[in-house]
């Protein structure tokens, strides 16, 4: 059972290491490979500052909003074990900043500790006039990314680094299952006019010293269209930008003034913190994460492609919600391929 | 007296900001620091500069609650300003935990600091052993940065410092008019105060920079405080110990209580232990007095006595010094005029 996992981000890692706890066991020809031609520290995923936090709102996708819970549930559970450094986990505190009162989100008892702020919490912040506090997750792609290569090579996983052209070409090698994790370029393996980039730019400061994370909102902007800042455990990332349709990876030098300017009005500290590097991302964006299975005939054979895509600026608060279904589907493919039921003997 | 002579004995965050507090209410003065200490060899260096407050007993707590607020607000808007990071000065939030409900759940200072409120279930179920809790956002000093500033805001004003032992304060009274006593744990040889005792605190200062929320056990014994770039780990509370050399054995355990609380500090590195000797008191000595000897008077304002708060109170206590200091002023030059007629 040769299972391909296209995409080497937090999605595609995750969902291979789902996968391979849970079935490794019961399937003994499971064979596990990744295929990425962007491997850590080059995708998206280790651009991403990795602040535990949906969107404001699910817009009623309640599954959506269970996975990100199964995904911090799953992290803080993690916070204990020694292997939290390594995985670039941590718990932080801050702020989200309103101009007008705001709902309350879907993620308010997920998160620890979710209040309003006080009114001399928000004399910190001049222009903002609402907002919360609470305790959430830091999971940091490029320690994160790293920690789960080595899980998985641990287990056998394979790597292979190269771009995979169609689904065709990994079926036509023998292999049984594809979990299409391409993130932003899904497209090229199958067109999907939802999926379509949310730009993203972010400059990242030496600021040691300041300790929340601050994400301010502009309720008819968008989301991340207002400065954010967010330390890390090296650098502090400072954001604020959201252009959907934009596929430039390239940095602009407007959106880096807005950047810095605005995150500096927020935080005046900030003018004094040096510039060590400054990086674009393209947020695989759609309306609703693609995460289901779809057949494709193949002569005799039929082949499975699980798609687990289009996670926004949402990806590392999701991720293993989202892999632990993929893992469920993966389960279900296996059942109908009766290879759960009974181990390999010989037909009379 | 057209230009008071003012010597602040002693550089440690109280000398330092005494002085300040003078130039600001006496800019007519000349204040001089003297120590034979000063940053990064104070025991403020020492101390993480987290403002939770130690209540002394025998202070009464109104007047306490007043020095905290008056530091907290000072501190509060350098901590919004540009300066910021030069001063060292950083919200921190995190939480207090208690293994069992302390009997005054809410401590006189908890509507000073931000969003105090009691931490949930949820939140308590990381700290198994510990069944009550609080959580707040507060400040934290980091020394040398604080010190550095201070020192620098000194010179702004023309204040001089000079690295200089004071064994008696009566070598003082021929060259200044007022002297303020700033020693610390000083103050036990220099004027002899039988009140004031050591209570020895061991650190680690540790680089952890994945740690941004501090845990302090309700005990006061155990604390990681994650500073600028270094995480303070604590500590000890040893009464009446004045060594200042650091003991592996206390090293050990302070890394491993530190570690239960938070498991991933297993992983800090570049330990550095540091040791400093609270100068404690039942009551934080601020008080002014006038010595005698021989016929000649020396006016001298005491500032000392902060044990575990120092940076908790001391722009309050600073400003209060600072007050006394006025009288004395006053005094003289009541004196001065009577003496003309």
């Known amino acids: 059972m040769r299972v391909a996992v296209i995409g080497a981000g937090v999605i595609g890692l995750s969902s291979a290491l789902c996968i391979h706890e849970q079935f490794h066991g019961l399937v003994p020809s499971l064979e596990l490979e990744v295929y990425a031609d962007r491997f850590t520290p080059h995708t998206t995923s280790d651009g991403a500052a990795g602040l535990w936090q949906p969107y404001l709102s699910d817009h009623g996708n309640l599954q959506e909003t269970l996975w990100n819970k199964e995904t911090f549930d799953y992290l803080l559970g993690h916070m204990h074990s020694p292997a939290s450094k390594e995985m670039g986990l941590y718990l932080i505190s801050g702020y989200n900043l309103f101009t007008e009162p705001a709902p309350d989100p879907s993620w308010k008892n997920i998160v620890l500790g979710f209040r309003n702020l006080t009114p001399k919490e928000l004399e910190l912040f001049p222009g903002y006039s609402y907002g919360w506090f609470n305790t959430a997750l830091m999971l940091e792609g490029r320690s994160y990314l790293p920690w789960l290569t080595n899980r998985l090579t641990q287990r056998g996983v394979k790597f292979f680094h190269k771009k995979v052209e169609s689904f065709q070409e990994l079926f036509s090698q023998g292999v049984d299952v594809v979990l299409n994790c391409s993130g932003m370029r899904s497209g090229d393996l199958q067109p999907d006019p939802e999926l379509q980039p949310g730009r993203g730019q972010i400059i990242k400061v030496l600021a040691p010293w300041v300790k929340h994370f601050i994400i301010t909102h502009d309720l008819k902007s968008g989301i991340y269209n207002s400065p954010y800042i967010i330390p890390g455990s090296e650098f502090t990332v400072l954001g604020g930008i959201y252009q959907h349709g934009n596929w430039s990876e390239e940095n602009s030098a407007k959106d880096h003034k807005s950047v810095w300017d605005s995150c500096c009005r927020l935080l005046p500290a900030l ?78 | 007296m057209a230009s008071p002579k003012v010597a602040v004995v002693g550089a440690g965050v109280i000398g330092l900001s005494t002085a300040l507090c003078i130039t600001e209410t006496c800019p007519s003065c000349s204040v001089t620091v003297l120590s034979d200490q000063f940053s990064p060899n104070t025991t403020s260096d020492v101390a993480a500069g987290m403002l939770i407050p130690h209540t002394y007993p025998d202070t009464p707590i109104h007047r306490q609650k007043q020095w905290f607020k008056e530091t907290f607000t000072f501190l509060f808007a350098i901590s ?48 198994p052993q510990h069944r009550f809790g609080q959580a707040f956002t507060t400040l934290k000093c980091d020394c040398p940065p604080y010190m550095l500033w201070l020192e620098k805001r000194l010179k702004a004003t023309g204040t001089q410092m000079y690295t200089r032992k004071v064994a008696d304060l009566w070598e003082l009274h021929s060259e200044y008019d007022i002297v303020v006593n700033c020693t610390g744990m000083g103050a036990h040889q220099l004027v002899g105060d039988k009140q004031l005792f050591p209570v020895r605190g061991q650190v680690l200062k540790v680089h952890a920079p994945w740690v941004k929320q501090f845990i302090r056990d309700g005990d006061g014994l155990t604390y990681i405080y994650p500073g600028t770039h270094r995480v303070t780990l604590g500590g000890t509370r040893e009464k009446g110990s004045w060594s200042l050399s650091p003991d592996p054995g206390a090293t050990r355990d302070i890394f491993d209580r530190c570690c ?13 232990v540091k040791v400093g000797l609270r100068p404690s008191r039942q009551c934080v000595r601020v008080q002014r007095e006038v010595l005698s000897q021989g016929g000649v008077k020396l006016p001298v304002v005491h500032n000392y006595g902060h044990g575990a708060g120092g940076f908790s109170v001391h722009r309050g206590t600073a ?22 007629l």
């Open chain 1, 271 to 348: 003018q004094k913190a040096k510039i060590v590097d400054e990086w674009s991302g393209l947020r695989p964006a759609r309306p609703s994460v693609r995460l289901e299975r779809e057949s494709i005939r193949l002569g005799n054979r039929q082949a499975e492609v699980i798609h687990n895509y289009g996670h926004g600026g949402f990806g590392i608060t999701i991720h293993w919600g989202c892999a632990m279904a993929a893992a469920r589907l993966f389960g279900n493919i296996l059942q109908e391929k009766k290879q759960l039921a009974t181990p390999p003997g010989p037909r009379l």
């Open chain 2, 80 to 127: 919004n300003s540009a300066e910021a990071s030069e001063a060292g000065i950083h919200l921190v939030s995190g939480w207090q935990v208690f293994r069992s409900t302390p009997k005054e759940e809410l401590p006189f200072w908890s509507d000073i600091v931000l969003g105090f409120r009691a931490m949930s279930e949820a939140e308590l179920l990381k700290f």
């Open chain 2, 260 to 272: 239960s609380l938070e498991p991933s500090l297993q992983g800090a590195q570049a330990i550095e």
């Open chain 2, 319 to 340: 400003k209060e010094a600072a007050h006394l200091v006025g009288e004395c002023i006053s005094a003289l030059q009541g004196s001065s005029s009577r003496a003309k």
